[in-house]
Nanobody, 119 residues
Framework: QVQLVESGGGLVQAGGFLRLSCAASGRTFSSYGMGWFRQAPGKEREFVAAINASGFATRYADSAKGRFTISRDNAKNTVYLQMNSLKPEDTAIYYC????????????WGQGTQVAVSS
């Protein structure tokens, strides 16, 4: 497993942007699939975006397509989530997650970073 620490959350007006970062510990980061999830108040945690170990394959929730971009820098052990055209419904705690090479599910989670979008 890896230790994950998110940053970059904050309060932004609708239409604005934020870039979330997730710094990972360990020397095997480049072998992990990474993902971003979010949980809004009173709702279940939901998938936002994922990127494979090499960074060449990405996947997005329908709500994120065209607005969010996931990327990673394996030299810096960091994964990013660029969020543009933010909407009030994007307000949530955003969590970074890692999936080890043989795992069928994400098995390491960060503590989350709060994103609030005002209308």
């Amino acid at each position: 497993q890896v230790q994950l620490v998110e940053s970059g959350g904050g309060l932004v007006q609708a239409g604005g942007f934020l870039r979330l970062s997730c710094a990972a510990s360990g020397r095997t980061f480049s072998s992990y699939g990474m993902g971003w999830f979010r949980q809004a108040p009173g709702k279940e945690r939901e998938f936002v975006a994922a990127i494979n170990a090499s960074g060449f394959a990405t996947r997005y929730a329908d709500s994120a397509k065209g607005r969010f971009t996931i990327s990673r820098d394996n030299a810096k052990n960091t994964v990013y989530l660029q969020m543009n055209s933010l909407k009030p419904e994007d307000t949530a705690i955003y969590y970074c997650a890692a999936r080890s090479p043989l795992a069928s599910a994400y098995d390491s989670w960060g503590q989350g970073t709060q994103v609030a979008v005002s209308s």
